[in-house]
């Protein structure tokens, strides 16, 4: 099926408008969330005993001066609730139900709507869209709900342990989800699992636990402080999650990862980094409390992990990770080369990439990489290696590039491009 009726450059045009307002506010609103976020555990890290006695008898338990914007802060934390709770009392919770329906829309509308072009990949698991979209809301729902089970079992009385085994599950979950989806798809829904977890936290526990002390105080019972303490540890939980999050929000735009060939290690090994680094800085939020040191150990210890990532991802020389030898006849010219060559590029990535595009579900070329002229094909030779040597391009393999055209185009990249 090609592209031709107006109905279907409209239709292509419109799931990529969509997508573009998801992005938008998806990232705006992810923004606000892990912004509030950051900024309350640096806060509450960064709370002194109140010096005045007055505070202390309110139940005051810390507070903080801060200077912003041209003014002067005073923020207060009470131990449990203040004596009289204000009339009006902000919450924090609409910037993460936000940005997960907005995720939520995003999955829905690229992921589920065109599994066989973000989700699925043949060569790594032969799915069919309804057994991929099953097998995805598996691991969102099935993560949230093993997580859960494990922050309410008695393991939770021991943070360091229960931190373990979240992280040993999350590790095979990384490795099941890269055997099962392509790599794109992969990194996108360990993401989702992850952001689901979050957000599950702020509904299901964290805003609970704060409106059962905010009743308890209007109905005159002393608020429980366990209700606290829950929420407590899944805020830890969160701001943890954070930075792997963040990673694989983005990892889409660089095949480098996801199209790696143990990507799944890439994923562990990075999102593992994240979570180092983010230890780093909520210790030295604490600094104060150690006289002013905080140990570089687990920033240490994350740079060297995107180190060994780096290292072991950088290209290797002369070589290629296509095994299959080329079938075309070696052409004994430059010129009769570089023809092969666009023979091929014409026939498996101008359909995307074109001003244009004749693959269904593409109104516009692929972030605006152009292909169809012997000038743009030689401008883009470094962008175009590392997409077809991972696999990544095309996409799905929709136009179904065999490993002799892979090793073709590769070699003729690898010997400087000759024209």
Known sequence: MRLGAPDDY???????????????????????????????VWLDDHLSPPTDEGLVRKGVGGE??????????????????????????????????????????LLCLLYYGRAE?????????????????????????????????????????????????????????AYGLCRLFSGRGAFIQFGAMLGTIMVANVFFVIIPGQREMVRAKREGREPDAQAGLRGK???VHNTYFTLPVLFTMISNHYALTFGARRNWLVLIAICAAGVL????????????????????????????LLAAVAAGLAPRAATSTIAAASTIAAPSTPAQEFSAVRLIVAERCVPCHSA??????????????????????????????????????PIGNLTGMTDSERSRLLDWIGHGAPH
């Open 10 to 40: 409209m239709s292509a045009f419109t799931i990529e408008f969509l997508g573009l307002l998801g992005r938008w506010v998806h990232l705006i609103t992810g923004i606000a969330w892990i912004g509030a976020s950051f900024y309350f």
């Open 64 to 105: 903080l001066w801060a200077v912003h914007g041209g003014g002067f802060y005073n923020a207060q934390k009470y131990r449990l609730a203040p004596q009289v709770l204000p009339q009006s009392l902000h919450w924090f919770y609409w910037e993460a139900y936000s940005t997960f329906l907005s995720g939520v829309f």
């Open 117 to 173: 072009i973000y989700l699925i990949d043949p060569a790594v698991a032969a799915l069919t869209n309804p057994e991929a979209i099953a097998i995805s809301l598996g691991f969102i729902i099935g993560g949230w709900l093993v997580y859960d089970a494990l922050c309410r079992s008695p393991l939770a009385r021991r943070p360091a342990w229960l931190a373990a085994v979240i992280a040993i599950l999350s590790c095979a979950a």
């Open 233 to 235: 540890l899944r805020s």
């Open 277 to 304: 680094i983010r230890v780093y800085f909520v210790d030295r939020h604490k600094r104060h409390l150690r006289g002013g040191r905080t140990s570089p150990w687990p920033a240490l210890l994350g740079v060297l």
């Open 356 to 393: 244009m595009p004749t693959q269904p579900g593409f109104s516009t070329a692929p972030n605006g990489l152009l292909l169809d002229t012997p000038q743009a094909l030689l401008a883009h030779v470094t962008v175009i290696a590392p997409q077809v040597q991972t696999r990544a391009m």
